[in-house]
């Protein structure tokens, strides 16, 4: 007979366990071993912190968006050096002993673009480098509170859900708040109604913003006085603000105009470049457009997004690590055929896009109109290779504006 072995942690023996696992010098039972394992694990989460030696420098940062994102460098730029400086900042507060020391305050960023000029992308792309807590909200389902919509605080419930819950790893977190625009003070006149989706989510956002302890429902939805909240600083979690902000450049021609007083009123107004007056966006501009001047003074980085050109939509088909074309092309390939597209089909598919003003947002919906048709029949009939050309494309791209011609008669 064997001889009775025990668990070496808990000393049960091994008739009073499902399982127990033999070392060399002991024994750990199934138990114990999933007892280790999560204080392995919350180890592992207090720990996960940010060693200065290992946080890239803006330029790797940038190295590594431009195998993702085309063109943009003056966004890139500016992004790099606030999410280096941001991080940094923690590793010297982190080891800060002196309380009368400098302290550096946080730099929050707001970046202005068209829709489909990779916003969105940008703020994706450096949190998947740097391997922290991420999530983008919506702010156009925020409200006041007490208003149908959600508060200011499901911001952070969303941020809370990334990281399991654990409030130390989300204080370290980024949020990307989408479409910040649409929160814009609606009027400067005073209205017997509330703007309960517009100032008033600005002044609710200003807590996040600026660096507080915010009571966060661990679910999301409304607060009520018998629920368990988790408390969460927002000193050091990183916003990252994106909107359009759809005719700011009205508000953009009009300052530059009523600046241009004097003599050579004419040759300063030839030296702006009426093309893209987005370039030269200021903190004023998003004052007179609707957001306040709080926010705005929390958002201290102001950068701008270049509207896509013929050629930058060219390149985004075909050389990010991830583009759409190496997309399709990996699609086929897992079921055994080579797909190519004639050059021609390419170029026809930025004029499309640039037809339908969607910015790289519209290339993927355009590539998946000409497509469906192939990979509805590629998988079955599994051709060695499939080439897409000009006038097959043109042909299902016809297809798809006869069918919306047909619903609008």
Do not use: W
Not at 257 to 271: C, I, L, M, R, S
Not at 274 to 291: T, V
Request: with cysteine; proline share 4%; hydrophobic share 35%.
């Amino acid at each position: 007979m064997d001889k009775m072995k025990h668990c070496s942690f808990c000393g049960r023996s091994n008739n009073e366990v499902n399982m127990l696992i033999t070392g060399i010098n002991g024994c750990i039972c199934d138990d114990c071993a999933q007892e280790a394992n999560k204080v392995v694990m919350e180890n592992r989460k207090s720990t996960n912190k940010f060693e200065i030696g290992t946080l890239p420098t803006p330029k790797e940062i940038k190295e590594y968006l431009d195998q993702y994102v085309i063109g943009q460098d003056e966004a890139k730029i500016s992004m790099s050096v606030a999410v280096y400086n941001h991080y940094k900042r923690l590793q010297y507060e982190q080891g800060r002993d002196d309380a009368n020391d400098v302290e550096i305050e946080k730099s929050n960023i707001i970046m202005v673009g068209s829709t489909g000029t990779g916003k969105t992308l940008l703020a994706r792309t450096i949190a998947k480098m740097l391997l922290v807590p991420f999530t983008i909200v919506d702010a156009t389902v925020l409200t006041e509170a007490g208003y149908v919509g959600e508060d200011v605080e499901s911001i952070l419930s969303r941020l809370l859900q990334e990281c399991n819950y654990d409030a130390s790893v989300a204080e370290r977190g980024i949020v990307f708040i989408d479409e910040i625009d649409k929160i814009a003070r609606k009027s400067d006149n005073p209205s017997i109604t509330r703007d309960v989706s517009g100032e008033g989510v600005q002044q609710g956002l200003l807590k996040l913003l600026e660096g507080s302890v915010i009571n966060v429902p661990p679910y999301g939805g409304r607060k009520h006085p018998d629920q368990k909240f988790i408390q969460v600083n927002t000193k050091n979690i990183l916003f990252i603000c994106g909107g359009a902000f759809d005719g700011i450049e009205r508000r953009i021609a009009q300052r530059l105009n009523t600046h241009v007083v004097g003599f050579d009123a004419v040759e300063n107004t030839a030296k702006v470049d009426k093309s893209n007056l987005m370039q030269y966006i200021a903190p004023m501009d998003l004052k007179a457009f609707g957001l306040i001047p709080e926010i705005i003074g929390r958002l201290p980085i102001l950068t701008h997004l270049e509207p896509l050109d013929r050629d930058a939509l060219r390149n985004i088909l075909t050389e990010p690590k991830n583009s759409i074309i190496k997309q399709y092309t990996r699609l086929f390939e897992i079921d055994g055929t080579k797909l190519k597209f004639q050059p021609e089909v390419l170029d026809f598919i930025v004029d499309k896009a640039i037809e339908f003003k969607l910015g790289a947002r519209g290339l993927r919906s355009i590539v998946e109109s000409i497509m469906m048709e192939k990979m509805f029949e590629t998988p079955s009939s599994k051709p060695k290779t499939l080439t897409i050309t000009l006038e097959y494309a043109k042909k299902q791209i016809d297809k798809v504006a006869s069918k919306i011609a047909n619903s609008q008669q």
